[in-house]
């Protein structure tokens, strides 16, 4: 690739639409990394050279960006100034001053140019004066001016940096956006940083990116120094990989500094071509093409590299999907509950059977059971005036507190194995914690009250169910139906027992009762295989023990219900679902595709 | 000019600190960390602590050593020119062929001080024995530059390049603790270098500054502007110093004056950091460390005194919570048992009721009416109680049971703990602190038997002090004797009535005797009679028992039954609260002390790492 540029490259214009599709296909992944967790992409080289050189130069006219850059006080306002002709961001003796980027243009750009995407990251603001640099307050502003001599040539655009070395953190960041968007770096090195590791890394990420660094040594001692600077761009080029395009030494002079009128000498024995071509001119004069390509090479190498480029972070997010997984997997092991709901008042289903029974029966038949009803009822009246028994109403509502306390410890034994998997997880506990730790518990529980006050003890649902089941029974077993209420007042006597579960551990989980559970299967939150009948319905025939066994399940499946309801509402919200989703994000279309493109990438730049 | 102030002046402890309110502040210090409970928060000020207290002990004990006056400073900022100036000749490598230059800390020290305290090999330093009398009472340290290593969380450190293997800020790191003093060096372009300011930062607290601009002859004066951008990250720059190493170096060589900025410079030395001076140095500093320290502590713990305070008001409420609960279901049992009551109250005073017809019959009937109940008491604790049996220890050992008896289901309980469980790790208390929604098998037996021996106790005195109070009303002799009179009333007539048939009608009037049968009759009618009367005594003693047992129940809170479930949250939130307004008050004492601590020319980093712990943080 390196033999062409992108004007003649046949396949160009494939490359550059394969570009934009990665930037769009991963511009669509970065909520997805940010809420697995992943590491974040903006510090990685990779994501500057793709966003801040690759989308914005593929679809536009090459513009060669040169910026200066360097550590703070090294003077690097006073070589743009000295390097424009004009005195377009003030060099003052405060260290840290220029917080803002400051751009030289040539005539006509800023009208064809859209500088927002040329930069981004950036918000471009036109020139007003030369204290623009220093005080246009916070955010990432751009200061952008013509060239008003018009000496500037016409494709390139100069640019005056903030320190990649002080307190103010924001100037390495907009340092870093410029040298991402820099096809020429001007190094500005003094006696004293040339070692620095912030300015090390810094220019060692620009030689990575393929930019053509120009080197100046500030402040020399001149011509004391000029010998000692060999050795320091030694250590310089060492420590950082920079191949210098050209060297060069401004002496310090601060009475020169103070009026503006610096000198760049030209260092031919450290330069490669060994040329004593002037610093501006060496701009002005440059290959662009080679230049530009050489940075836009650079920089796809960037991406495309396997160990640190897109396709690292994109193991980065296999890796977190895969953790999501570990720990969906703890969350189901850990957030399964069983309930031990009090046995329901026997007469519940029974009245059930009977209205159903109802309809069905011979007019002795229901004389009889009349009177037996009546004796029955005179019976048990006798009992409760005697203290013996309670009334039907009075053990309604010892039921239904006794369900509330089962439900309420439920809840609670939930909420501990919560807190519990959130300590083991700490993907859980970012997921969950939060909203584990923020809420108001004891609102959870009054949610739960309110929910099982609404709840009548035999719904519509339930009494549909019932009405269903007994039919199909009926069906196919004409003769049992008799039998069925023998069964009931035996089977009635089983505690049953559910499972609350977080997500759906498969159809082993489901026995008897599945039929009913599909109405609670819609949340994260799963009611599973009520009912524990060992032997509790031995004495029943066995063609009926299925139907009681699901008449049962079918009504405490029904009542648990509410705890799910509440659990996925109130407790957990969307977390859970959102964990399924995190943790399934490996298969997403978006990951596929950004691989694909990656190969076809890497294949073209071969 | 501070520096010129007369040293003869403030010599006197007294005028320095106050020492024993100092060693007073070390040792509760000290005793209050030790004291913190196990929550994370205060673990952090333990570990924290773990550093600080040597450095405190130290200046406790060793007030009359030489101070340690550590050159810091970026690389390139003639840190070692300056210590060549002050010690009057090349005692250590300086200049500008490469970078950095100071590999190892030199130490600079006369001839006569001994240095053995202090740890070269551990600094991997050199000692360079001076004559100069700049650094004839101090010992002088030319620290390793910081800003060349690799900076902190560096990707991959590439053992390739010469830099792979430079180690000059972990070098650093070990040298500075053996630091009295910080002496920081800066120029132009260095200033406002963040690696440097964050080294400075994490060493500075409770150590005294100097701050020195080195490069006069060629950089500007930049001192306005650093004053400015230390001060932002919580410095007090009293003065900073302006001089030129080389310029020093070089005159001290030909035998000429130095100019005005680095006699300054020495003369502060000489005034600030020898003899007496060092003493009040020592314990500034150390003053300042406390207060450094408390203001740590405080802001590491103070986000989380809202979340305390929250659990302390959850506590109160889930207790009240629980109470009610306990309350409604006592009052009912209460209520339900009238029965019973009436009985042990109705008992009792019979019991005191003697001679007389009517007491005989009431102790016949009781006694017959006491069988069924004896057989079957109803109600659980309260139920058992109110039958006369008392808590035993098989009701202590039924746990749950026992509770749920007593009218709290588990299920409250458990919701209240995990109600507070929440409010807990809102607060960073977890367990072992504090325990799950449900508690542990042994935690939950200790529990249960408390509360149940409470309830028994508190419920056992009520109902006595009910009864005693019900007897008062009824039990009186003319309320007894009263009813004995209306019982003996009917007993009399009836006799008087057999009397009279038998002796005027029969014997006078010649009537036939109408035989028992008028006898059997009478009977009926007295035991009649005897029932209404002792309904009426019932209802006497039920009057206002309603009322009575209200009054018992609102007793409730201050029986502190329900206590033991929770008092694992109760604890937790009473013991942080308490550690921090310990912690609050040893905090305005440091401060006080700092307060009044002597400064002169030498700085100290003032505000707690909300500003200067930018530089930590954003290094992670």
């Known amino acids: ?606 | 000019m501070t520096t010129h102030r007369d040293t003869d002046a403030v010599p006197t402890f007294a005028h320095e600190l106050d020492a024993a309110s100092f060693d007073l502040l070390v040792e509760n210090l000290d005793r209050w960390v030790r004291s913190a409970p196990a929550w994370p928060p205060a673990r952090g000020v333990q570990a924290e602590w773990d550093g600080v207290r040597p450095r405190l002990e130290a200046a406790r004990h060793d007030l009359a050593r030489v101070l340690v006056v550590g050159v810091v400073g970026g690389t390139g900022t003639g840190k070692s020119t300056l210590v060549n100036a002050l010690a009057g000749g090349e005692v250590t490598a300086a200049g500008d062929v490469a970078r950095p230059t100071t590999i190892n800390p030199v130490v600079v020290a006369a001839r006569d001080v001994d240095v053995s305290w202090l740890p070269l090999d551990a600094m991997g330093a050199r000692l360079v024995r001076s004559d100069s009398p700049a650094v004839a009472t101090i010992v002088l340290v030319d620290c390793p530059d910081p800003d060349t290593q690799d900076l902190p969380g560096h990707p991959v450190v590439d053992t390739s390049r010469p830099s792979g293997g430079n180690r000059n800020r972990d070098l650093l790191e070990a040298v500075l603790p053996a630091c009295d003093v910080l002496l920081l060096a800066s120029t132009a372009q260095k200033y406002r270098s963040w690696i440097v300011a964050r080294e400075v930062a994490a060493f500075a607290p409770g150590r005294p500054l100097l701050f020195v601009q080195t490069h006069a002859s060629r950089d500007p004066d930049i001192r306005a502007d650093w004053r400015k951008e230390l001060e932002s990250q919580g410095f007090d720059v009293p003065r900073i110093f302006r001089v030129d190493g080389v310029d020093a170096a070089e005159r001290a060589a030909s035998g000429l004056e130095p100019d005005a900025g680095f006699r300054d410079l020495v003369a502060a030395i000489n005034d600030e950091l020898v003899g007496r001076a060092a003493r009040r140095v020592r314990r500034t500093g150390a003053v300042d460390l406390a207060a450094w320290f408390t203001r740590q502590a405080r802001e590491a713990c103070g986000g989380f005194q809202p979340a305390v305070a929250a659990l302390s008001v959850g506590v109160t409420s889930e207790t009240r919570r629980l109470e009610g609960i306990l309350a409604k279901a006592i009052r009912e049992t209460l209520h339900g048992n009238r029965a019973a009551w009436q009985r042990l109250i109705g008992d009792d005073v019979v019991a005191r009721w003697h001679g007389g017809p009517f007491a005989a019959f009431l102790h016949v009937t009781s006694a017959l009416a006491s069988l069924w109940s004896r057989i079957r008491p109803t109600g659980g604790l309260v139920g058992r109680l109110l039958a006369g049996q008392s808590v035993t220890a098989a009701a202590r050992e039924a746990g749950w049971h026992a509770v749920e008896e007593l009218g709290l289901p588990s299920g409250e309980i458990e919701q209240t703990r995990s109600v507070l469980s929440g409010l807990a790790v809102r607060a960073g208390m977890t367990e072992p602190l504090v325990g799950r929604s449900r508690l542990s098998v042994d935690r939950a037996e200790a529990a249960t038997a408390t509360v149940v021996d409470r309830a028994g106790r508190w419920l056992a005195t009520g109902i006595d002090q009910l009864v005693a109070q019900r007897r008062r009303h009824v039990g009186q002799p003319i309320v007894h004797w009263t009813f004995e009179a209306l019982f003996s009333g009917l007993v009399i007539t009836v006799l008087g009535r057999a009397g009279w048939n038998f002796f005027y009608g029969n014997l006078w009037e010649g009537r036939p005797v109408s035989g028992i049968g008028f006898l059997e009759e009478a009977i009926v009618w007295v035991i009649l009679w005897g029932f209404a009367l002792r309904w009426a005594v019932f209802a006497l003693v039920r009057r206002g028992l309603d009322r009575d047992i209200r009054g018992l129940v609102d007793s409730l809170a201050a029986s502190r039954v329900v206590e033991p479930l929770i008092a694992d949250f109760a604890a937790a939130a009473e013991s942080a609260g308490s550690w921090m307004g310990e912690g609050d008050r040893l905090g305005s004492e440091a401060e006080r002390l700092a307060a009044d601590g002597d400064r002169s020319a030498l700085g100290r980093l003032r505000r707690a790492a909300s500003e200067a712990g930018r530089f930590n943080t954003a290094s992670a």
């Not at chain 1, 060999?230 to 401004?250: D, K, M, Q, R």
């Not at chain 1, 998997?421 to 309110?450: H, S, T």
Request: include cysteine.
């Open chain 1, 1 to 606: 690739m390196d033999s062409q540029t992108p004007a003649d490259a046949p396949s160009f214009v494939a490359w550059s639409g394969g570009v934009a599709e990665l930037c769009n296909v991963v511009e669509r992944l970065l909520p997805v990394a940010a809420a697995l967790g992943a590491a974040d992409p903006m510090p990685h080289p990779w994501h500057g050279a793709l966003f801040g050189k690759l989308r914005p130069q593929v679809s536009r006219e090459p513009l060669l960006v040169a910026a200066v850059c360097g550590g703070t006080n090294t003077g690097k306002s006073l070589i743009t100034n000295t390097l424009v002709g004009a005195a377009i961001s003030r060099s003052v003796p405060e260290a840290a001053r220029t917080v803002h980027p400051v751009a030289s243009l040539a005539r006509g750009v800023a009208e064809r140019v859209d500088l927002a995407e040329l930069f981004p990251g950036f918000q471009p603001v036109p020139w007003r004066s030369d204290a623009d640099a220093l005080d246009l307050g916070a955010g990432d502003v751009l200061v952008w001016r013509e060239d008003p001599g018009g000496t500037q040539p016409p494709r390139l655009v100069m640019l005056d940096t903030p320190d990649i070395d002080g307190t103010l953190r924001e100037n390495w960041h907009r340092a870093e956006l410029v040298r991402h968007a820099a096809d020429v770096i001007v190094a500005v090195l003094t006696q004293q940083k040339y070692n620095d590791a912030a300015v090390r890394d810094f220019f060692a990420q620009a030689a990575t990116a393929g930019k053509t660094v120009m080197v100046v040594f500030n402040m020399v001692d001149w011509p004391r120094q000029r010998e000692r600077i060999a050795g320091w761009l030694g250590t310089f080029t060492t420590e950082t990989g920079v191949a210098p395009a050209a060297v060069y030494a401004v002496p310090h002079d601060f009475a020169a500094a103070e009026s503006g009128t610096i000198v760049i000498h030209p260092l031919p024995e450290l330069t490669p071509d060994g040329g004593s071509m002037g610093l501006a001119e060496r701009l002005s004069a440059g290959d662009f093409d080679r230049i530009k390509w050489r940075a836009m090479e650079g920089a796809m190498r960037v991406v495309i590299d396997p160990a640190t480029g897109l396709s690292s972070w994109l193991d980065g997010i296999d890796r977190a999907a895969a953790g999501w997984r570990d720990a969906q997997h703890l969350l189901e092991r850990e957030g399964r509950v069983r309930v031990e709901l009090p046995a329901a008042p026997r007469q519940l289903v029974w009245d059930e059977v009977w209205r159903w029974l109802e309809p069905r029966r011979s007019g002795i038949d229901l004389m009889v059971s009349a009177g037996y009803r009546a004796v029955g009822q005179g019976v048990s009246w006798m009992a409760r005036r005697v203290g013996l028994a309670r009334s039907s109403a009075e053990r309604q509502e010892d039921f239904a507190h006794a369900e509330l306390e089962a439900l309420k410890r439920a809840l609670a034994d939930f909420i501990d194995r919560l807190d519990g998997a959130c300590r083991l997880d700490a993907r859980l506990a970012a997921q969950l914690g939060p909203r584990l730790a923020a809420a108001d518990r004891a609102a959870w529980y009054a949610d739960l009250e309110r929910r099982h006050a609404s709840l009548p003890l035999v719904s519509d649902g339930y009494r549909s169910f019932v009405r269903n089941e007994l039919d199909r029974f009926a069906e196919t077993n004409p003769g049992m139906v008799k039998a069925v209420l023998t069964g009931l007042t035996v089977g009635s006597v089983v505690r049953p027992v559910m499972t609350l579960a977080l997500f759906s551990a498969g159809a082993a989980a489901m026995p008897a009762a599945a039929g009913v559970l599909h109405h609670v299967l819609d949340f994260g939150v799963t009611v599973a295989a009520p009912l524990a009948g060992e032997g509790a319905v031995a004495v029943a025939a066995q063609g009926i023990r299925p139907l009681i066994e699901r008449l049962f399940a079918g009504w405490t499946a029904d009542r648990g219900r509410i705890l799910a309801e509440t659990l996925h509402d109130v407790v957990l919200g969307g977390g859970v679902d959102e964990i399924a989703t995190l943790a399934s994000s490996s298969s997403r279309p978006e990951m596929i595709r950004a691989r694909q493109l990656l190969v076809e990438l890497s294949r073209e730049s071969a």
